[in-house]
């Protein structure tokens, strides 16, 4: 044994108190505790004027506004303000920016006939599963009494056949637009493109910010379904040639690299959920991710496609890999269950290639019949939207181990129409009320502190 001896009772103090220190380190940890702040950045009124924005009611008697919202790199607004066929762009203080029509070509569209008669079939097939299967939501196509038609110049005329398509989801490139005078106007030939999503027509297409159409692509099944029975009636007489289908989401690569859509197709005998890849605008679009759900409650799992999932949501990550919550293991899977729940859920992280690299599970807290991902960032850091049917529903924020690091619950009363994660971790979501509409920024930040080892984590 090695006996210190020390010749000052200062010295044996010190020593005692650098005991005691290392002591208490050993017993503390770093910690990271995050707050949540919010500030409205877009407010309006209904209506059809600048700055405001266009509501109706769904098909299943819902109301329906705005449908999307993104942001560019300085913090620039853009509100799909769909039932006005338009797209707004405001500055980070709110100020409006721009109006831009949604571009005419974009898509042979829809009437609101064709879109409810769509919803007609899609709703009844999303429930030939049985028991817990999470799923995406499949929201009501807009009807609108009121709905502004475009007339001809010269003569007044309605132009019915160049409606612009009704805008589902958005989503920029990289960039960020300039003002470019004192007025306030922005150069609409520069900064990103808006990538819009109709997805009611399948279709997705790249605009400016003047509202000049740069491409258009039908990412829908090549072939349209001939004879598509009543998926509710199965012995009624068969409905003409049509697309029964809903495009749900919409993701960009980080540097540009590609699209990610998600959507349903009703074929006679099944509905097809996929995941859709579009490497560039003339490319073959390529299935990552593709399941059926058969009119008897099965599930077959598409193994040929590089992502063996029965996918509920999928984002990209600012890395660029895949997050996706499933309801079953992949195929191959030495899992029997998924362990999917409504309290906890298993997110698969894939490269865009179909290889795996991870696997978590996350703590809800809350019932959660529907989790729709967001997005990850460059810390790591999860953004979901948690709940159930008929509820205002939890924005949640999980760490890169899958806690829980901080969430804000929706009031009653707010329709959260879409959730939008900026490159700089910045988090947008559109909501909408009886008295009008706001888009609010969501900011995360984290801030280290000691705390003892064996305490829970926050």
Request: proline share 7%; with cysteine; aromatic share 8%.
């Amino acid at each position: 044994m090695v006996v210190l001896k020390l010749k000052s009772p200062l010295a044996a103090v010190a020593l005692a108190l650098i005991v005691v220190l290392v002591t208490g380190l050993s017993l503390l940890r770093v910690d990271t505790a995050w707050v949540m702040r919010s500030e409205a950045v877009v407010e309006g009124q209904w209506g059809s004027g600048s700055g405001e924005f266009g509501r109706g009611a769904g098909a299943d008697g819902r109301p329906r506004g705005p449908q999307a919202v993104a942001a560019d790199a300085s913090g620039n607004v853009v509100v799909a303000d769909s039932l006005n066929y338009r797209l707004q762009i405001f500055d980070r203080q709110g100020r409006l920016l721009e109006v831009v029509p949604v571009p005419a070509g974009a898509a042979t569209p829809q009437t609101e006939d064709d879109r409810a008669a769509a919803y007609g079939l899609l709703r009844p097939s999303l429930d030939w599963g049985t028991g817990f299967r999470p799923r995406p939501e499949v929201v009501a196509p807009a009807r609108s009494s009121d709905e502004p038609v475009p007339v001809a110049k010269d003569t007044g005329e309605a132009l019915s056949a160049t409606r612009p398509p009704y805008v589902t989801d958005i989503d920029l490139s990289a960039g960020a637009w300039r003002v470019r005078n004192e007025a306030g106007r922005i150069d609409p030939g520069a900064g990103p493109e808006i990538y819009l999503l109709a997805g009611w027509e399948g279709i997705v297409a790249a605009t400016d910010a003047g509202g000049n159409l740069r491409w258009s692509r039908d990412l829908s099944t090549p072939e349209r379904f001939l004879n598509l029975p009543d998926p509710s009636l199965p012995n009624a007489p068969p409905e003409p040639e049509t697309w029964a289908g809903y495009l749900i989401d919409l993701d960009t690569f980080p540097g540009d690299k590609g699209l990610l859509v998600s959507g349903y197709e009703l074929q006679p005998d099944k509905l097809v959920y996929f995941v859709r890849f579009l490497e560039a605008a003339e490319a073959e679009p390529q299935d990552l991710a593709s399941y059926e759900l058969v009119r008897d409650g099965s599930i077959r799992i598409d193994e040929a496609a590089p992502i063996g999932l029965e996918v509920e949501s999928v984002a990209v990550a600012d890395s660029g890999l895949l997050y996706i919550v499933a309801a079953g293991p992949p195929t191959g899977s030495p899992a029997a269950e998924s362990g999917a729940s409504p309290f906890a859920r298993d997110i698969w992280i894939y490269t865009r290639e179909g290889r795996e690299k991870g696997k978590l599970q996350i703590d809800c807290g809350v019932y959660t019949r529907h989790l729709r991902l967001v997005g990850v960032d460059a810390r790591g850091l999860i953004y979901a939207r948690l709940g159930g049917p008929g509820t205002p529903g939890t924005l949640a924020v999980f760490d890169e181990k899958g806690r829980r690091a901080a969430s804000a619950a929706l009031p009653e009363g707010v329709e959260a129409a879409d959730a939008y994660l900026a490159r700089d971790g910045t988090l947008y979501v559109s909501l909408a009320t009886a008295e009008g509409y706001q888009v609010v920024r969501f900011e995360v930040r984290g801030h280290s502190r000691l705390v003892w080892r064996w305490a829970g984590h926050h």
